[in-house]
């Protein structure tokens, strides 16, 4: 397991000074931003243009989230807009290890990323193509939602997975993850931990990137 990291989520940020938004969260290993396309999930957020000009904005690293159909022919963009992460979904791409090393030719971490109904165990040969897995704790499309807890016994399956392939791949989990459901997260063996509405809405977001990473490493020490 690397170290922990958290990489909030600007999805519930506010979209007319994300740049700003950006900036309150200092302490932030990755900035996470939801890209989605109204076709692979109901709901449009931004595509590569605003990326770009988020990625000019900050020092910290941008960890795109691609709930697109088709990615094998738009995540490429992603990187040439600056982000040094990204996540396609298994569900939506034809040719999972085709991409992957799309993308980390093109000098981006690659990763793939899964729905909470998706299994990890026919991908299990392919966690060495990868840089990081993304397992969702919620179904993509919206930010605000409920952890599902029925995730957790898969966020253990893909850790055992990982250690048994002997690889440094990352273990993300994004959706509802907060200082009540975070612990659960680390325990269960992810290391990468998505929060977006639970950074947005706190007074001070930065202390509670922070406070997250203090209860995630709680619950593995
Ligand atoms: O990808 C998604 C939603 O599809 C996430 O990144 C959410 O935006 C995280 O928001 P919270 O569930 O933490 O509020
Ligand atoms: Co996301």
């Not at 290890?97 to 971490?109: F, N, P, Q």
């Not at 397992?135 to 807890?149: A, I, N």
């Not at 977006?196 to 202390?207: R, T």
């Amino acid at each position: 397991m690397g170290h922990l990291q958290i990489t909030p989520s600007i999805l519930n940020a506010d979209f007319a000074n994300l740049g700003a938004e950006v900036a309150r969260i200092p302490g932030a290993d990755w900035v996470h931003v939801d890209v989605m396309d109204n076709h692979f999930v109901p709901n449009l957020t931004f595509g590569p243009t605003m990326v770009e000009a988020l990625a000019r904005s900050t020092d910290t690293p941008l960890d795109a989230h691609l709930m697109i159909e088709d990615p094998d022919r738009n995540a490429v963009t992603y990187v040439e807009a600056g982000c040094g992460s990204v996540t396609f979904h298994v569900e939506a791409t034809r040719a999972p290890v085709r991409l992957a090393r799309e993308i980390r030719s093109h000098g981006a971490r690659a990763s793939m990323a899964l729905r909470p109904a998706t299994p990890i165990e026919p991908y299990a040969d392919l966690l060495p193509e990868l840089d990081m897995v993304l397992l969702m704790t919620v179904e993509p499309g919206f930010g605000g939602q409920k952890f599902l807890d029925l995730v957790l016994p898969k966020i253990r399956r893909t850790r055992a997975l990982l250690d048994a392939h002997g690889v440094e791949t990352w273990l993300q989990v994004d959706g509802g993850v907060s200082l009540e459901t975070i612990g659960r997260c680390a325990e269960a063996g992810a290391d990468v931990f998505v929060a977006g509405s639970a950074v947005y809405s706190a007074d001070d977001p930065d202390a509670m990137v922070a406070s997250l990473r203090e209860a995630a490493a709680a619950a593995v020490s």
